[in-house]
């Protein structure tokens, strides 16, 4: 059966909108972490913004492996956090966030949150048109350190008095 021309043209204008509708929805952001550093790409697809985001990793960690570890859809606005532990540091991504400062509050409660970390600070916020903004001033001691005993105020010497002599054996024998 031999379809007619028109007939292929007809389904491929039909066909235009609703790839152009699919193009229309929110853009996602996929983020890929290996040891040494955390990528990212949007997408409206995932699995694109992970094969764009693990290609990047691939290419600068090293030969390290490549691991997807969050997809928003909507990006929002997004960042990264470094997450300082007594033994190791992580980074932790958010995204999907209505706002930067919403953004920075739930990186903030993350830390406090967390009772092994000792500090974390935010290194990064992309906003929801894919520009990064690196951050300077969003920093915060975590729960795991220690705050010092407070001093006990040092009180003045105290003299205690010299015990009374105790009397001999002698001394208490009646006299004859």
């Known amino acids: 059966m031999k379809i007619p021309a028109i007939a292929v043209v007809f389904a491929a204008v039909l066909a235009v909108p609703f790839a152009a509708v699919a193009q229309d929805g929110p853009t996602g952001i996929g983020f890929v972490q290996a040891e040494e550093g955390t990528w990212w790409c949007r997408d409206f697809e995932p699995g694109k913004a992970f094969a764009c985001a693990t290609q990047k990793c691939t290419t600068e960690s090293s030969g390290q492996d490549c691991h997807p570890t969050r997809w928003c859809s909507p990006a929002g606005w997004s960042g990264l956090m470094t997450v300082w532990l007594p033994e190791f540091h992580a980074t932790t991504p958010l995204c999907g966030v209505s706002g930067e400062v919403a953004l920075i509050a739930a990186f903030e409660a993350l830390c406090a949150g967390s009772p092994d970390v ?5 290194t990064m916020i992309i906003d929801p048109d894919g520009t ?5 001033d969003a920093s915060w001691e975590g729960p795991a350190v220690a705050t010092p005993e407070p001093e006990a105020p040092e009180l003045p010497a105290v003299e205690s008095p010299e015990p009374p002599e105790t009397p001999t054996a002698r001394e208490t024998q009646p006299v004859q």
């Open 118 to 122: 000792t500090r974390c600070d935010v």
């Open 132 to 136: 990064e903004h690196p951050i300077d």
